[in-house]
């Protein structure tokens, strides 16, 4: 041991007892340890000081790029040192593998990741931990064979009757859901999933694998929009979450914290609620989560959440504000949307990968909004570019393309919508998930009806209402018997439609949809003459009840301060004229 080893021993023994305190004292610490390389020590207690610093920087602060020097110095230190030092070698690597994953850079890591897994059989924990992190990769990169090979691997060399051989099973699945390879019907869960669900709950690692289990599959279930299917998972989740919340969870390996695990279930339930038009549902969830988050901050203000277990909160709070969002625009309350919108924009400018993948999704919302204020038509055009240009995800740029193409469309710009069409073709959109099937059915349903088709409208029209009414697609399903009525006027049918819709549209408060209901009812009510029960002097207070409130809101949100700047925000940063005051 050289001369000033012990120094260095005793400055990081300090810093370690300053991070782990009962009130921890992060910045003391890391100067600690950064006084370390003002000393002379040995190589292999230099490398050790690397990793504990670019460790710090990673798990707390933003500055992953500072971090990644760091562990890369350790990296390629302990790569020429003795076996001894291979589980500091691969702590280092991992971590290294962490931050790639955060940058999506996979091409230089992936290969090292190959030839250190070998290696790390002797280590148990940074195995699976590599495992799972290479798995990840191969998933993003949508390589679902080399992921499934992989979790093959790991499973075969988990210890036996761990939890890991479950996991990794509940994993496989997982990357399937992904990349939309699942086998079987997809209205019913997985026989891993079913089994996993209906172990007892006497192992302390079984209530974290069926939350892992019905997290999995009510992820796969709401992102394809199927509500119908994930009724009854949402419910059991809900409780489960309720019952295992002040839990300890077991040694090994977690699926997720029990905290976070409630906030994930507000997620869903306010995904679910928007699926099937519970607007008020919607709105009570997103309270609790975002009361949740705020409890959280406060909790942890002096013991901060590692970095990776921060970002996912901070996703999960702009897609609360993403589902609102889209919610409030619906029922014609765009100023609250505004607000929605300011949210994202505060929490996503943080870091640049959030930026990167919320940008475009903003713009993809502000396009929407500027089509609810009529004007913003440019403006609107504008946002649709940026946005599918942007986005991330092959099922989230085809929802991009599609709602585009719908614009392009209403405004005429024919051009526009040529140039994307391939991109939406019906031919692009077989073996999607039902909600993106049933939003180009929608868009080929208005193509045909601008076109005069009238074969092709029926049968569109015909599609769609079988598809929605099997999951419950009750918005999609309303806007179809309006567009119907509007083509084949005078049809008896159109007098019971229009009243179904009548029912959806007051549930979500839809004004825009309750307007067009009531004109159509209007063509068959008189004087002396009712629809089912509706009649002439309330379907015409109606209409000038639902136009006046779709005009006071357009005024409402037009007169917000953050209206214009946000409707003219094309590039940059938004924080450079929006306040950082929402959170």
């Known amino acids: 041991m050289e001369d000033q080893d012990h120094i260095v021993n005793h400055l990081l023994a300090m810093a370690e007892c300053l991070r782990t305190q009962e009130n921890p004292k992060v910045k003391m610490a890391m100067k600690c340890v950064l006084s370390c390389f003002k000393l002379r020590m040995s190589p292999h207690l230099l490398a050790h000081c690397n990793l504990v610093y670019g460790r710090m920087l990673y798990y707390h602060t933003e500055q992953l790029q500072l971090a990644k020097e760091y562990l890369l110095q350790s990296y390629q230190m302990t790569a020429n040192f003795d076996d001894i030092f291979k589980e500091t070698h691969l702590q280092a690597f991992i971590l290294i593998c962490e931050i790639c994953m955060a940058e999506q850079n996979f091409a230089s890591i992936i290969p090292q990741m190959v030839a250190e897994i070998p290696g790390a059989l002797a280590y148990p924990y940074l195995y ?29 060399n988990a210890p036996e009757n761990s939890p890991l051989t479950l996991y990794y099973p509940l994993t496989v699945n997982l990357v399937k859901m992904k990349l939309n390879v699942m086998e079987g019907p997809d209205d019913q869960p997985p026989d891993i999933i079913k089994s996993i669900c209906e172990m007892p ?11 892992f289990a019905r997290g999995t599959q009510l992820a796969y279930w709401l992102s394809r929009g199927q509500a119908k299917s994930a009724k009854g998972f949402l419910r059991d989740m809900q409780q489960e979450s309720q019952v295992y919340a002040n839990s300890e969870l077991p040694e090994g390996f977690v699926w997720c914290m029990m905290d976070v695990i409630t906030i994930l279930t507000c997620v869903f339930t306010v995904a679910h609620s928007m699926t099937t038009c519970l607007l008020d549902k919607a709105q009570k969830y997103y309270g609790i989560a975002t009361n949740h988050l705020k409890a959280m901050e406060m909790k942890h203000a002096s013991k901060p959440y590692d970095a990776s277990t921060a970002r996912l909160l ?36 943080r870091n640049r990968f959030l930026a990167e993948e919320f940008y475009p999704l903003t713009h993809l919302l502000l396009a929407n909004y500027c089509i609810y204020n009529d004007d913003n038509s440019e403006a609107a055009a504008r946002h649709f570019k940026l946005a599918v240009s942007g986005v991330k995800g092959q099922q989230t740029g085809i929802i991009a393309h599609l709602h585009a193409a719908l614009f392009y469309l209403r405004t005429c710009r024919l051009r526009d919508y040529y140039a994307i069409a391939d991109k939406v073709h019906l031919r692009c959109l077989e073996g999607q998930t039902p909600v993106i099937e049933i939003l180009g059915y929608t868009l080929y349903m208005y193509h045909s009806y601008l076109f005069n088709r009238q074969n092709e409208f029926r049968s569109h029209v015909v599609h769609n209402l079988g598809a929605t009414k099997k999951q419950d697609f009750f918005r999609f399903h309303s806007l179809v018997f309006p567009m119907f ?12 439609s229009s009243v179904c819709t009548l029912v959806w549209s007051k549930k979500m408060v839809d004004h825009a949809l309750l307007l ?35 005009a006071n809101s357009k005024v409402e949100a037009r007169t917000d301060e953050h209206h214009q700047k946000l409707v003219n925000w094309f590039d940059g940063d938004p924080m450079n004229f929006l306040p950082r005051e929402l959170l």
Request: negative net charge; glycine residues 2%; aromatic residues 4%.
């Open 201 to 211: 709950r006497t192992h302390p690692a079984v209530p974290n694998l069926h939350l």
């Open 128 to 156: 699976h931990r590599l495992i799972l992190l290479l798995t990840e990769m191969y998933t993003i990169q949508s390589r679902a064979e080399d992921a499934v090979r992989l979790l093959e691997m790991g499973r075969q």
């Open 516 to 550: 067009w209901t009531y004109l159509h009812i209007k063509d068959f009510v008189s004087e002396t003459e009712t629809v089912q029960g509706i009649t002439l002097k309330e379907t015409v207070e109606s209409i000038e009840a639902a136009s006046a409130a779709l």
């Open 314 to 349: 901070e996703k999960m709070r702009i897609i609360l504000d993403e589902l609102l969002c889209q919610m409030n625009i619906i029922s014609c309350q765009p100023k609250k949307a505004l607000l929605n919108i300011r949210c994202i924009l505060e929490m996503s400018s």
């Open 485 to 496: 009525s509007t083509y084949f006027t005078g049809n008896p049918q159109n007098v019971h």
